[in-house]
């Protein structure tokens, strides 16, 4: 049973360019959390979603920012026009349903040049 | 919302003795309460997590208790080897939920096992 899987591992993206993350959650869990971690600090809180809704974005920036969970495929976490202040590593997590482990994957780290 | 407090922010221990890490949280209604581990360049690893029904619970090496009235919790590690050098971040659920969604996490805790 293959983790949760997160690609790209590192991206690059300009001032002003969109970045564009994905989450495989493990085989079997329908809800997707993302993580933002900055360097030397704990992880943040952005946004929980299950198949096609979004439960609590309570932790995502109100611009720029958007997730998804689509029917099929893995879940995006969208940034347009990304800024040098959006570079951190990015985690998903998934899991089974409420009020259950969530289980983390490598995280994809960007850095915006 | 929730708010975790987590000391120390680094502890070194020599090799074989124990480590312990402490956590502070603000909802008293909370009641999942995960640690992860970390290493360099990777994700967080869930390693153990209790529930408030029971005040400790072990998995060989580690054991967390919790504190319900004092509202904190602790990871005990013993007999500590090389491999366990890394940051554990403790973590809480908002406004009394009893699972992962919206976690809450520490500012980790740096572990370095000397030889």
């Known amino acids: 049973n293959a983790g949760v899987m997160q690609n790209p591992r590192h991206l690059v993206r300009r001032r002003g360019q969109e970045a564009r993350l994905r989450c495989s959650p493990m085989k079997g869990h329908s809800h997707v959390y993302w993580y933002r971690q900055l360097p030397e600090e704990g992880l943040k809180f952005m946004v929980y979603l299950q198949k096609e809704n979004i439960i609590d974005e309570s932790g995502m920036p109100k611009e720029r920012f958007s997730a998804e969970f689509p029917k099929e495929g893995p879940s995006i976490l969208r940034i347009q026009q990304v800024v040098r202040g959006d570079s951190a590593a990015y985690f998903c997590?998934?899991?089974?349903?409420?009020?259950?482990?969530?289980?983390f994957g490598q995280g994809t780290r960007l850095t915006v040049v | 919302g929730e708010n975790v407090e987590q000391h120390p922010s680094t502890l070194s221990v020599q090799e074989g003795d124990s480590a312990v890490i402490k956590c502070t949280y603000s909802?008293?209604?909370?009641?999942?309460f995960p640690w992860y581990k970390q290493e360099l360049g990777k994700g967080p690893q869930l390693i153990i997590d209790i529930r408030s029904n029971v005040g400790e619970k072990k998995d060989q090496r580690i054991a967390v208790t919790l504190n319900k009235t004092a509202k904190h919790f602790s990871l005990h590690i013993t007999e500590t080897q090389p491999e366990d050098s890394a940051v554990y971040f403790c973590a809480a659920p908002p406004e009394g939920g009893g699972g992962a969604d919206g976690l809450t996490f520490g500012k980790g805790t740096h572990l370095i096992i000397q030889p």
């Open positions: 997590a998934s899991s089974v349903g409420m009020n259950t482990e969530a289980f």
């Open positions: 909802d008293s209604a909370s009641n999942y």
